[in-house]
């Protein structure tokens, strides 16, 4: 009676360790593939100012 909460462990810690293992499974494949970690939260104004950011910081766009 006393190791009964066992059998209810056990499964719920293998699905806790299985999402666990899917998540950074994503992290590692989306880092790989853009070189950087996923930006979260990532919205139209977020785009508009990393393209702004890349077009200032490319070196054919600036003057001298």
Do not use: F
Request: hydrophobic share 40%; net charge positive; with cysteine.
């Amino acid at each position: 009676m006393g190791w009964r909460w066992v059998e209810a462990v056990l499964p719920l810690g293998i699905i806790a360790g299985m999402l666990c293992i899917a998540g950074n499974v994503q992290y590692v494949i989306h880092t790989k593939a853009h070189g950087r970690p996923k930006h979260i939260g990532n919205d139209m104004w977020d785009v508009a100012m990393e393209r702004r950011d890349k077009n200032l910081l490319s070196p054919s766009s600036s003057s001298s």
